[in-house]
């Protein structure tokens, strides 16, 4: 078996107006379009991947919050409906997704040996949450390669921006050693909004783009801060300025994927591709595309 | 109308181990045991109704409650989901989740029913309910915890399910799923090592049960920003479900408390508590936090920006300043005939007369008032009180709720405000009234166009102090 590699890193956000506003087969509420920007980005970061091949996708997404340890899908499938607490009116998914449960077992062992308190979710109930289903679909609509999903630790809440830090990056770093000696080629994503203050009404039409803007100038400037050192290939930078970003912009870095993801990376020098850029009920969120490809020589 | 109340009104731990795995450690037993205990004090007071504001189940647009009269699913909790899964089937008041929903609107919240097949109820609500009401015999209303709301908006969230209880007459219990410290070991552990996560969180935990104890519910509200800053984990809900509590029973400290049980629960302070409304006689402490009526956007969030989502309607509830009340004679059922257009948007009429009638493209609007439907409570307060002892009242929040009844009625008539030809307006008082009640019309029906006539007249029926007569033209 030859070294694993990761193909590419990717930042991509999963409210679930994304999906409501494509109107996909598998969800019920339906739209007249809306959120083009981020939807259009998407489209273009799965063309720039549709020339590489990869096995699995692994996957953080803030939404499978855990507050003991962190957890892994463990089960090959899961089926179900996901109907979002929070925009019950705009999501309603049924999903069919299967998992690389070797895969995610490996990260988990990995994650063990390095300290890290960890647990393979086997509850066959388990209802998958509704930010990796969007991002799962929006990522892959064909729901074509197993994922590897991981739990987000709540360790922001229960300690501070910079304790989660060192969590992710650890959990980053074994997540690269799992990924390489799986032998496998994996797209690495984490599913998050930048800054994330919200409306806390809704327009009638959801989708009417008229009433979609950033919540504020000061969200703006730490979006567009983030994303310059991400064209640049400051992904260090980005970590030093967690704290502040996370804290000012409310930021849904908070559940530690953005981190996590520079870290598995191994905190790229080189720049991301910025795909779109755009607002969802005044949160910021962008779609980006690390192309390790381009920079990582397969050993392999 | 009829008098309803709260009966009684518990606190309760929100951790699945309660339901799921009782006998793996003594604590969660004596926990499991007092919810049986709860839910027999339940039965005993003949409750017809629960209601569970739960901080497991944040939300962002506004207050959301559940009115899926049976949602059914199995629930698998996030962190604890080795312990097992909780299928559910509940039987949901889905009249009084709307009747909630509309009164929210009243007083100037935002709010939503849910009602999806599969919506994924939050982990508290499940305990709660499997646990205090096994067999599903008393309906329940679930409503969420607003991440973004103050004590203001939360208070006035309680008031307006007050008003539901109140108006339907209902024996109602109040119940917070919830944590008290909500420390979480951040390791697995085994069953036999639980404990309260640190002294100081137990130490605080048990300040906070001597009061409620003490049925001192009013002061543990007001404690609630430093309880939160003391012993909660920032999640997305804050300590906010005492505010809640506390305004359901009328900000109180003189209330009987009994802790039925308190223990750890993987480290978090989970306590099984009941609260009386019986006073103690021990005397009511000073209130000395704002006692909001109506909510009026302070959250602040979005700095003007929302105010452009809101339609004119939520506006003129907004510029109501002095407080929502209700007083009237007795309500009717809007009367139907041929051509008579009716909605349940409008205020009941007071006798026996359809909302609008249709004759060709014409439309005739019975007098319309401000009362507001649902409640009947008069924006801009009453003109006097029960005695007809003179109120001071907010003429131009009683005219603008005129214009949204009026447009309320055009529109369901299938009509717009701008086919509104003419209006015969009726104050009770001229000389005090016309210049604020003139300056609304400039910005609402005036921009239209209608031919308009102001009488002043002696009385009205309900204590209010303005009426329009209006008819529309529907052709073109
Ligand atoms: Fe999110």
Known sequence: ????????????????????????PQNEPVAEGGWEQLRWGYERLRASLSEHDYDAIVLLSPHWQTYVGTHFLGLPNFEGLSVDPIFPNLF???????????????????????????????????RVDYGTITTGHLF????????????????????????????????????????????????????????????????????????????????????????????????????????????QAIAESDGGGL?????????????????????????????????????????? | MTSGEVVASFVVPVHPHTVLAPDQNPGWRRLRDAFNDAAQTIRDLDADLLIIYSTTWPSIIGHQIQADPNPEWVMVDHDFHDLGSI???????????????????????????????????????????????????????IVSSNMYANRSETTVLAKSCLDVIKTQGRRAVAITAMSLSNRMFTDFIK????????????????????FLEQGRLEDVGQLSRTIHRQIRVQKVVAFKPMWWLSAMNGNRNDLTGRILAYEAIHGAGGAVVHIDPTSTGIGDKEYDEDDVEFFHGERGVLEGSDEAEIDQSREAERTDETSVSESGPALWDPTEAEGSVNTDAAPKPVGAYPHARKVGDMLFLSGVGPRQPGTNAIPGGPIHDENGEPLDYDIKAQTHAVVNNVRRIVEEAGATMDQVVDVTTFLVDMKRDFAGYNEVWAETL??????????????LPTPIAVEMKVIVHMGE
């Open chain 2, 87 to 141: 299928p559910y089937s509940f039987n949901i008041d889905a009249d009084f989740a709307h009747a909630w929903n509309e009164a929210n609107e009243q007083r100037g919240l935002q709010s939503r029913c849910v009602n999806y097949k599969g919506f994924p109820i939050d982990v508290g609500s499940v305990v709660a309910l499997t646990l205090l009401n096994p067999d599903n015999s008393i309906p329940a209303v």
């Open chain 2, 446 to 459: 005036g921009t239209v166009g209608p031919t308009r006539t102001t009488l002043a007249i002696d009385a």
């Open chain 1, 92 to 126: 309603r998914y049924h999903y069919d997704m299967n998992v690389d449960v070797e895969l995610a077992q490996a990260i988990h062992d990995e994650a063990a040996k390095a300290g890290l308190p960890v647990k393979m979710m086997e509850n066959p109930d388990f």
């Open chain 1, 140 to 247: 892959n609509p064909d729901w074509d390669k197993p994922l590897v999903v991981i739990s987000s630790n709540r360790s922001t809440a229960y300690y501070s921006v910079e304790v989660m830090q060192e969590i992710m990056i650890e959990l980053g770093k074994v997540t690269r050693k799992a990924i390489e000696a799986s032998g496998k080629r994996v797209v690495v994503l984490a599913s998050n909004s930048l800054s994330h203050r919200h409306f806390t009404t809704e327009s009638e039409v959801p989708e009417d783009m008229s009433k979609e803007h950033i919540t504020s100038h000061a969200m703006h400037l730490w979006d567009m801060r983030m994303i310059e050192y991400m064209r640049t290939g400051q992904a260090q930078r980005i970590l030093d300025e967690m704290p502040e970003f996370t804290e």
């Open chain 2, 191 to 210: 069953p036999e090592e639980d404990k309260i996560h640190s002294l100081k969180d137990d130490e605080w935990n048990r300040k906070i049960l001597e």
């Open chain 1, 1 to 24: 078996m030859g070294k694993g590699q990761i193909v590419a890193g990717c930042l991509a956000p999963h409210p679930p107006h994304l999906v409501y506003a494509e109107n996909p």
């Open chain 1, 259 to 300: 981190s996590w993801l520079l870290s598995t990376l191994d905190v790229p020098d080189y720049p991301g591709i910025l795909h779109g850029y755009g607002t969802i009920i005044g949160t910021g969120n962008a779609v980006v595309e690390w192309p390790c490809y381009a920079h990582e020589v397969n050993e392999g």
